[in-house]
C-alpha cells in the first residue's frame, strides 16, 4: 500500500512547493557563494600587500647590509620589492581609465604614486571610489611600506 501511495502524480500545491524551496535553497547557496568569493579575493589582496611589505623590508635589509640604499624618485612597488604579482596591468596614465580596465587586477598610477586594486566583488566594501589604493611610506629608520592611501572598509559578514 506504501508503494501505490508514492506513485500518484504530484498535485499542482506539491509541485509548487517544491519549486518555491528548490529556489530558495538556489538562491541562498549562490548568495552564500558570493560571500566566499568575495572574502577570498579580500583575503588574496590582503596577501599580496603583506607580502610586498615583506619583501621590502628584506630588500632594505639587504641594502643596509651591502651599504648602499636605493632613492628611487616614484618606485613601483612591485618592482622595488622584486616580487611578482599575477594580474597586474601596465602602469595607468590617467585616473579617468579606471572604469575601462579588467576587475581583479592591480595597477600603478605613477603620477599619484598609487598602487591600486580594482576588485571583481565589491558587495561588502565601502570605498570612495570602489577600489582600494596604497602608497609607498618610508619613515627616517623604516623601510618602505604599503599603507592605504583612501580609507575603505571592506566588511567581513562572518
Not at 501505490?4 to 541562498?28: D, F, N, Q
Not at 612597488?77 to 594580474?87: D, T
Not at 590617467?94 to 603620477?111: I, K, P, T
Request: glycine fraction near 4%; charge should be positive; proline fraction near 5%.
Amino acid at each position: 500500500m506504501i508503494a501505490v501511495y508514492w506513485r500518484r502524480p504530484l498535485t499542482r500545491l506539491e509541485s509548487g512547493i517544491m519549486v518555491i524551496v528548490c529556489a530558495v535553497i538556489i538562491a541562498l547557496f549562490l548568495e552564500r557563494t558570493l560571500t566566499y568569493m568575495e572574502l577570498a579575493e579580500r583575503t588574496a589582496m590582503e596577501v599580496t600587500v603583506q607580502h610586498v611589505n615583506a619583501a621590502l623590508q628584506i630588500q632594505r635589509a639587504a641594502e643596509l647590509l651591502q651599504g648602499r640604499a636605493a632613492q628611487p624618485s616614484q618606485p613601483h612597488p612591485f618592482e622595488l620589492a622584486r616580487v611578482r604579482v599575477s594580474k597586474v596591468h601596465p602602469d595607468l596614465v590617467d585616473a579617468g581609465r579606471l572604469g575601462e580596465l579588467e576587475r581583479g587586477y592591480w595597477v600603478f598610477e605613477r603620477s599619484a604614486g598609487q598602487l591600486i586594486y580594482l576588485p571583481q566583488f565589491q558587495r561588502h566594501l565601502h570605498s570612495e571610489d570602489g577600489t582600494v589604493r596604497f602608497r609607498l611610506v618610508r619613515t627616517a629608520n623604516a623601510p618602505y611600506v604599503l599603507v592605504p592611501a583612501a580609507e575603505y572598509s571592506w566588511a567581513s559578514v562572518f
